[in-house]
């Protein structure tokens, strides 16, 4: 079957990694864009078309036809370019907000959406940010195809920002909070349990195991809050976001200052809310 070229890194059965140039401190190598297709599909679904870089968006739309464009989350990093990859595929674009949405409807919590020969299920994951959302790609074993072809019989979760493939992610208050982040992380390891499933963070590298990963990220924010906690403790209870981020992070590079503060926002918003 006729097929464009195939365009970045091999990631999984169904995904291969097309890497964005815009490396920094909050976005690691840069972000991740993913082109998805079954075997034998001429289309192709883009997921996080990101930065507004001409070459960039030409290497994603040469993937093939693409048919349908996905968001993660509304963060510029990962959506800058909707408008103009809208304008070269005409591929209708669809995210939880709506606002984020070109000639498509916004996304809803549990449906499953057919297209590239796939069925992409939708996991709302907020947390991240409000809008986060993941997507899960199906095993192996429902297309026939190989074993040790990545996605692995379990299949392989599309995660934006809630997960990446290294370090920990960021809470973002207010938009971002952290009770609905753990609730997010719960269900993603019990999606990852009968696993192992793959992880295709939007940063970062592929990772083998989802409930592994997300168990690893709820033992960091048990860390985290009752780093907070203590530091509470010793401060008093109305201390303030600064001197907690002084004492938690205080290992924490000038240049992610801002956002650890964003993430004690928000420790701070969920202990006070929880008593
Ligand atoms: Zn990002």
């Not at 996991?123 to 074993?141: E, K, N, Q, Y």
């Not at 009770?179 to 793959?198: H, I, K, N, Q």
Request: net charge negative; charged share 20%.
């Amino acid at each position: 079957m006729d097929q464009a070229p195939a365009v970045g890194d091999r990631v999984s059965t169904f995904a291969r990694l097309v890497l964005a140039p815009n490396a920094g401190p909050m976005t690691l190598d840069g972000t991740n864009s993913y082109v998805l297709r079954a075997p034998g599909s001429d289309g192709v679904v883009v997921v996080d078309p990101g930065p507004s870089a001409p070459g960039h968006l030409a290497t994603l739309a040469a993937a093939g036809r693409v048919e349908l464009v996905l968001v993660t989350h509304h963060h510029p990093d990962h959506t800058e370019a909707l408008g103009a990859f809208h304008a070269m595929t005409d591929a209708p674009v669809r995210a939880i907000d709506a606002a984020f949405c070109v000639a498509g409807a916004p996304l809803v919590d549990g449906a499953r959406i057919r297209a590239a020969g796939l069925e992409i299920d939708v996991i709302a994951t907020p947390g991240h940010t409000a809008d986060s959302v993941c997507f899960s790609l199906p095993g192996d074993r429902l297309v026939g195809a190989h074993d040790g072809d990545g996605d692995g019989a379990h299949g392989s979760v599309l995660t934006g920002d809630t997960i990446l493939g290294r370090g920990t992610t960021i809470i973002a208050d207010p938009d971002g909070a952290l009770g609905p982040y753990l609730d997010s992380l719960e269900s993603l390891r019990a999606l990852g349990t009968p696993g192992p499933v793959g992880v295709l963070p939007g940063h970062g590298p592929v990772l083998p195991d989802l409930a592994a990963i997300c168990r690893a990220y709820l033992a960091h924010r048990a860390e985290r809050l009752d780093q907070v906690r203590a530091a509470l403790h010793e401060l008093g209870a109305d201390a303030g976001t600064g001197a907690v981020t002084d004492l938690v992070y205080a290992d924490t590079d000038a240049s992610v200052r801002s956002a650890a503060e964003a993430s004690v926002r928000a420790q701070l918003a969920y202990l006070r809310s929880v008593g």
